[in-house]
């Protein structure tokens, strides 16, 4: 699961790079605001194909609700698509959450027991955008020392049982031996605490040997799909009414359930 921003027809704060305006002056509410939609996506993957690393995606359906406070409808969309898929899947089956880093993600999804049983993994690529931060923290950006640091353990995070206990050895022996000033102090106890916390949600090595996947690219490109392709257009605002029956319609098409949700509206045209 993932969050992407829609443009609301409601007051709101504005967001975005902040304007350079003289101390003491506040930014006014605007008309619009952008607030956080939530989208699911459910992904059927199968073997390993020779000469591939990763397994094959077999097939995909999806879930997505407007903005919502603590998105409770999205939440209970999510699991009732869940329970439907286990039905229909042998117990053979390994079940994965796999996801980016949002704190309140995580929160959900490891204070719930119903994903006790699934395996849980952060996005690889996710980590490294973090490594690379962490790289520019110890040595600067832009610098040759910076790229080879960060070459190195993304490389061990990716191939090594203990990656990201390496990364972390790495940063308190590097941010001991090394003259920081403050400010790259603080960014780089950033990404260590980010190491810290999730550790035991980077078994990419061990992912990899059983060809299990360790990328959240299908929820991504659901967020692009479902919701940015058709509602961020050139000057479309949206009311959460209305842009739920939008998401609904998508996640319908994009799901391969459109002829099932179409037949089930004729037999409730015909029963009125």
């Known amino acids: 699961m993932d969050g992407v921003n829609v443009l609301l027809n409601e007051k709101g704060k504005k967001m975005g790079r902040p304007t350079d305006r003289p101390k003491g002056k506040k930014e006014k509410e605007t008309k619009t605001s952008y607030k956080n939609a939530m989208v699911g996506s459910f992904s059927l993957y199968g073997e390993v ?13 999806y879930a997505a609700h407007m903005p919502e406070d603590r998105a409770a409808t999205f939440k209970a969309k999510f699991e009732a698509e869940l329970d439907a898929a286990e039905i229909l899947c042998p117990a053979t089956v390994k079940e994965i959450m796999l996801c980016d880093g949002a704190r309140a993600i995580w929160k959900y999804l490891e204070g ?4 006790d049983d699934y395996e849980k993994l952060i996005d690889y690529f996710h980590s490294v ?31 090594e049982d ?3 206990q390496s990364i972390l050895n790495s940063i308190d022996y590097h941010a001991k031996v090394r003259k920081l000033p403050k400010s790259r102090q603080k960014d780089l106890a950033t990404q260590r605490t980010f190491y810290r916390r999730n ?9 990899r040997r059983r060809g299990l996947p360790i990328g959240s690219g299908p929820v991504e ?23 739920q029956r939008i998401l609904d319609l998508r996640c319908y098409v994009k799901s391969n359930r459109w002829d099932a949700f179409w037949d089930e509206y004729k037999n409730l045209r015909t029963a009125a």
Do not use: I
């Open 49 to 61: 194909k020779e000469g591939e690393k990763c397994p094959q995606r077999l097939g995909c359906c």
């Open 112 to 115: 719930n027991e119903r994903f």
């Open 129 to 159: 955008e973090h490594l690379s931060l962490a790289a520019e923290a110890l040595f600067g950006k832009g610098t040759d020392e910076a790229d080879a640091w960060y070459g190195q353990y993304a490389k061990k995070l990716l191939e």
């Open 221 to 243: 490109a659901a967020c692009k799909n479902l919701v940015k392709t058709r509602m961020y257009r050139s000057g479309m605002r949206w009311t959460r009414e209305g842009g």
């Open 199 to 207: 550790k035991g949600k980077m078994n990419y090595a061990d992912f």
């Open 162 to 164: 203990k990656g990201a």
